[in-house]
T-cell receptor, first 115, second 117 residues
Framework: EAGVAQSPRYKIIEKRQSVAFWCNPI?????LYWYQQILGQGPKLLIQ????????DSQLPKDRFSAERLKGVDSTLKIQPAKLEDSAVYLC?????????????FGPGTRLTVL | DAKTTQPPSMDCAEGRAANLPCNHS???????VYWYRQIHSQGPQYIIH???NNETNEMASLIITEDRKSSTLILPHATLRDTAVYYC??????????????????FGQGTILTVHP
């Protein structure tokens, strides 16, 4: 079974630039999550999709971050414009509602550096 | 979700059992205890979860105290590849209310487990 795919693995941009991350979840998984992990901290949930609908974006900085999941499969997370404090690893995860009490499977993440 | 407390770091000799404690004194009756780990430069990986009974799988054992206020993750024979950050998380199952997923995982800072030769 293929895992959660993310790209790019690394990205370096300057502040005020825009950036987008892509995630392809495990086939058949209805729920998709984006997390932000700042160095030395645990991951923090940014947004959760159920199919193509948002069920939780309470911690998403909506003035600069946006995410979509068209057709309920792939997802993109965008930052526009980026700030220095956005430097972090962005993790995508997916889960099946029929899985082991909603076990989440994580991708390898995208490491973003904002200069 | 209930807050958890874990030691920031622990050491373990290769081949010995690693016992990682977690305090969750404010856990509610419908909240599960989950353990995930994160090996360097990888995404977190599910290990095990339980409600009130002890659980065992191919990776680890989970011991939950009778009052459910604390638990211990046991790696019976630690290897160098078990070096990672271990996260203890408590949450309800899955569900949504008022625009917030109350089944979401809320990660703390975890315990850095170092397994040495």
């Amino acid at each position: 079974e293929a895992g959660v795919a993310q790209s790019p693995r690394y990205k370096i941009i300057e502040k005020r630039q825009s950036v987008a991350f892509w995630c392809n979840p495990i086939s058949g998984h209805a729920t998709l999550y984006w997390y932000q992990q700042i160095l030395g901290q645990g991951p923090k949930l940014l947004i959760q999709f159920q199919n193509n609908g948002v069920v939780d974006d309470s911690q998403l900085p909506k003035d600069r971050f946006s995410a979509e999941r068209l057709k309920g499969v792939d997802s993109t997370l965008k930052i526009q414009p980026a700030k220095l404090e956005d430097s972090a690893v962005y993790l995508c995860a997916s889960s099946s509602s029929s899985g082991r009490d909603n076990e989440q499977f994580f991708g390898p993440g995208t490491r973003l550096t904002v200069l | 979700d209930a807050k958890t407390t874990q030691p920031p770091s622990m050491d373990c000799a290769e081949g010995r059992a690693a016992n990682l404690p977690c305090n969750h004194s404010t856990i509610s009756g419908n909240e599960y205890v989950y353990w995930y780990r994160q090996i360097h430069s990888q995404g977190p990986q599910y290990i095990i979860h339980g409600l009130k009974n002890n659980e065992t799988n191919e990776m680890a054992s989970l011991i939950i105290t009778e009052d459910r206020k604390s638990s211990t993750l046991i790696l019976p024979h630690a290897t160098l590849r078990d070096t990672a950050v271990y996260y203890c998380i408590v949450r309800v199952g899955i569900g949504y209310a008022g625009g917030t997923s109350y089944g979401k995982l809320t990660f703390g800072q975890g315990t850095i487990l170092t397994v040495h030769p």
